[in-house]
Nanobody
């Protein structure tokens, strides 16, 4: 059974930072393309950043230069470092393998 469990969200002020983590099990993590997506209230799901099995990454223009995706294949974990957070980054953040995703972790940016 594929399991994806996100944690690390919280309330942060504009300009602050957070590190999201995703613990995975039930599949060959090291060979999987993984990504983070987010959903703000009243909006659709938005792809944020993705990472290939070889470590190459890509991020959406809206977060490029502020967010960094990484992975630890030995621990089957996925990470998302969020820096210079903005109010518009407020959303539920999901770790995904394909269309499978976890329960999400809430990031709220507010002063």
């Amino acid at each position: 059974e594929v399991q994806l469990v996100e944690f690390g969200g919280g309330l942060v002020q504009p300009g602050g930072s957070l590190r999201l983590s995703c613990a995975t099990s039930g599949f060959d993590f090291s060979s999987a393309y993984m990504n983070w997506a987010r959903q703000a209230p009243g909006k659709g799901l938005e792809w944020v950043c993705g990472i290939n099995s070889d470590g190459t990454t890509a991020c959406a223009y809206s977060v490029k230069g502020r967010f960094t995706i990484s992975r630890d294949n030995a621990q089957s974990k996925l990470y998302l470092q969020l820096n210079s957070l903005r109010i518009e980054d407020t959303a539920m953040y999901y770790c995904r393998r394909g269309q499978e995703r976890g329960q999400g972790t809430q990031v709220t940016v507010s002063s």
